[in-house]
């Protein structure tokens, strides 16, 4: 029950960040496209939108933390696995198992590292140029994002310690379409 609150958490999280960073870049590209235009030139050019590219930059950077956590827990992370997929069963299993403790060890290195930094500088009152954001609210990202990576890769090395599989990401799978339903009803299955 906490896992699943913690998927859907991460998943809206993520869409979030990508929706208002879309949001914001198109309000820019708006703002740039019509202040050319002489009737409306002199109300819109009033609008100061130079905060937006750095907006922008810090909810990507977010979405980039939280976004290799979701990749960890659904198997969408590119790896090249060939030789470990042609090892022995018993062989196959315990590097795939230090791969997951190796991922586990690093991500957790860089969240205590990225915590540590974020405890100094919010002892500063350093702030962003354009938003004057605090920085540490900004950098928050790193020892969040790191410990959520963290913490999947060690859900999926007990998922795979238990059960012998890994996430598995389908390329033809659409949430909300279920494949037996549109096969009968004569879609792609």
């Not at 696995?81 to 315990?94: A, E, G, Q, S, T």
């Not at 997951?100 to 590292?113: D, E, K, P, S, Y």
Request: hydrophobic letters at 55%; a negative charge; proline letters at 4%.
């Amino acid at each position: 029950m906490i896992l699943r609150l913690l998927d859907r958490l991460e998943e809206a999280l993520i869409a979030s960040l990508m929706a208002v960073a879309t949001l914001v870049i198109f309000a820019a590209v708006l703002h740039r496209y019509i202040s050319g235009i002489p009737v409306v030139q002199d109300y819109v050019l009033r609008w100061d939108l130079s905060w937006a590219q750095e907006l922008c930059i810090y909810l990507f950077v977010w979405m980039a933390k939280f976004g290799a956590a979701y990749g960890v827990r659904t198997g969408i992370h590119v790896g090249v696995d060939v030789v470990i997929n042609r090892m022995p069963p018993d062989l196959h299993r315990k590097f795939v198992l230090i791969g997951l403790g190796a991922g586990a060890l690093f991500t957790g290195i860089v969240g205590t590292l990225g915590a540590n930094f974020v405890y100094h500088i919010a002892q500063t009152e350093q702030v962003s140029a354009d938003l004057e954001a605090p920085m540490w609210l900004v950098y928050l990202a790193i020892p969040l994002g790191s410990y959520l990576m963290c913490f999947r890769f060690l859900q999926v090395a007990v998922a795979f310690i238990r059960t012998g599989e890994l996430p598995h990401h389908d390329h033809a799978h659409v949430d909300g379409i279920d494949p037996v339903e549109a096969a009968k009803e004569g879609g792609p299955a």
